[in-house]
């Protein structure tokens, strides 16, 4: 859990200060936002070949490459301003952060004690939050330059890697030895809305910081008070996810999950007036991060539930596919309704994606009404 928080420290100390460097430097909205999605994209291709990598080489030492080639992307952001090879930097990043994200969130469904599930998975997705708040205020907090805030983070990544090398990290295990093996189609088929909750939360809490944050250089911001828009998602994300995980080992989840699509439609919509007014710029990226980590935690915890008998890394491997589709989906589609429309364009393709959400709970309240607890098990 602490190394791939410190991995969530050093991306979004990292992004913010990548994102305000190419706008800087000349780029499109649109090529920002492409950037920003090629490691979502990376992940999102190779969690069909993740459960075979964790066969072949073990959980522990996928988890330990993982973080290897994480450092290597980030070492070589330091050496190179190229907008060419740094896209293939974050590729090489992506399939790093495939096999370190799919590990850890595997490790922790499997391990938790049902009883706990909410509450300690909300616990690490808040220690995450902390990450994701923390890392775009140290530009501003340590006064670094771009330089200086990658070297940064390649120090953060390698701490990780460090931390994990004790010979203990190789005998976690993600399932049980005579569990049902579930593959990563049969859980897309068996909880598509629960994948669709997950896309929806990449979307906002990992998918619009780099745009959101180029956005506000583009209104004006110098590079720390953009760069703190991001630190603001990050916030919000930090402080919902442990109550998020407390509510969801006491209330039903359908009504969680209907609050946070009308909680993310209000503020979509309230984005349309962040140039007339800029402070939406951080309340909005605080809502997105709050309610984005929020619906990524709430699938986190049913799949605990729901793949407690098979395997682990399918369930948690689907999810981190809807997620992650979300975080790329989200910068390259926002990139360019900014470029082509601005704040209303990105207001209105938001609060259709909010109110998707809140369609498909409502089809699933339709198809199975009364039928499931907070902890995603059958009544009966």
């Given at each position: 859990?602490?190394?791939?928080?410190?991995?969530?420290?050093s991306f979004s100390l990292?992004?913010?200060v990548l994102?305000v460097?190419?706008q800087t430097?000349?780029?499109?909205a649109t090529?920002i936002?492409?950037?920003a999605?090629l490691?979502?994209?990376?992940v999102v291709?190779?969690?069909?070949?993740?459960?075979?990598?964790f066969?072949h080489?073990?959980v522990g030492?996928a988890?330990r490459?993982?973080?290897?080639?994480e450092?290597?992307?980030?070492?070589?952001?330091?050496?190179t301003e190229?907008?060419g090879?740094w896209?293939?930097?974050?590729?090489?990043s992506?399939?790093?952060?495939?096999a370190?994200?799919?590990?850890?969130?595997?490790?922790?469904?499997?391990?938790?004690a049902?009883?706990?599930?909410?509450r300690l998975t909300?616990l690490?997705?808040?220690?995450?939050g902390a990450?994701?708040?923390v890392g775009?205020l140290?530009?501003?907090?340590?006064?670094l330059?771009?330089h200086e805030?990658k070297?940064?983070?390649?120090?953060?990544?390698?701490?990780?890697?460090?931390?994990?090398?004790a010979?203990?990290?190789?005998?976690?295990?993600?399932?049980?030895e005579?569990?049902a093996?579930?593959?990563?189609?049969?859980a897309l088929?068996?909880?598509?809305?629960l994948?669709w909750a997950?896309l929806?939360g990449?979307?906002?809490e990992v998918g619009?910081?780099s745009?959101t944050?180029?956005?506000?250089?583009?209104?004006g911001l110098g590079?720390?008070a953009?760069?703190s828009?991001?630190?603001?998602?990050?916030?919000?994300?930090?402080l919902l996810?442990y109550p998020?995980?407390?509510?969801a080992d006491?209330?039903?989840s359908?009504?969680?999950?209907a609050w946070?699509?009308?909680i993310l439609?209000?503020?979509?919509l309230a984005?349309?007036q962040?140039?007339?007014w800029?402070?939406?710029l951080?309340?909005?990226?605080a809502?997105?991060?709050?309610v984005g980590g929020?619906?990524y935690t709430?699938?986190?915890?049913?799949?605990?539930h729901d793949f407690?008998?098979t395997?682990?890394?399918?369930?948690?491997?689907a999810m981190?596919a809807?997620y992650t589709?979300?975080g790329a989906?989200?910068p390259?589609v926002?990139g360019?309704?900014i470029?082509?429309t601005?704040?209303r364009?990105?207001?209105?393709?938001l609060a259709?994606l909010?109110?998707?959400l809140l369609?498909?709970?409502?089809?699933q309240?339709?198809r199975?009404?009364?039928n499931?607890?907070?902890?995603?098990?059958?009544?009966?």
């Open positions: 859990m602490l190394g791939t928080a410190l991995v969530v420290l990292l992004n913010p994102a460097r190419l430097m000349g780029a499109s090529a936002g492409l950037f999605m490691p979502f994209a990376c291709l190779l969690m069909p070949v993740v459960a075979q990598v066969h080489l073990g030492r988890y490459l993982g973080l290897g080639l450092v290597l992307a980030c070492m070589g952001y330091l050496l190229h907008y090879l896209c293939a930097l974050a590729l090489l992506g399939i790093g952060s495939a370190a994200w799919s590990a850890t969130e595997a490790l922790i469904a499997h391990n938790v049902p009883s706990h599930r909410g909300g690490y997705q808040a220690i995450l990450g994701l708040a775009p140290l530009p501003a907090l340590l006064k330059s771009p805030a070297l940064l983070a390649t120090l953060g990544l390698a701490c990780a890697l460090v931390l994990n090398l010979p203990a990290v190789n005998r976690l295990r993600a399932a049980h005579d569990a093996r579930t593959g990563l189609i049969a088929r068996w909880r598509p809305l994948v997950a929806v990449g979307v906002f619009l910081s745009v944050t180029a956005y506000g250089s583009q209104l590079m720390a953009a760069t828009i991001a630190g603001a998602l990050g916030m919000g994300s930090f996810q998020t995980g407390w509510l006491h209330l039903d359908q009504k969680l999950f946070a699509g009308l439609l209000a503020s979509c984005f349309a962040a140039p007339h800029p402070p939406l951080w309340l909005c990226a809502v997105w991060g709050a929020a619906l709430l699938c986190m915890i049913r799949v605990a407690a008998h395997s682990a890394v399918a369930g948690t491997s981190i809807g589709a979300g989906l989200g390259l926002s360019m309704v470029d082509w601005g704040a364009g990105q207001s209105w393709w259709s909010a109110a998707s369609l498909a709970q409502w089809a309240a339709q199975c009404p009364a499931s607890r907070a902890d995603g098990r059958p009544r009966h």
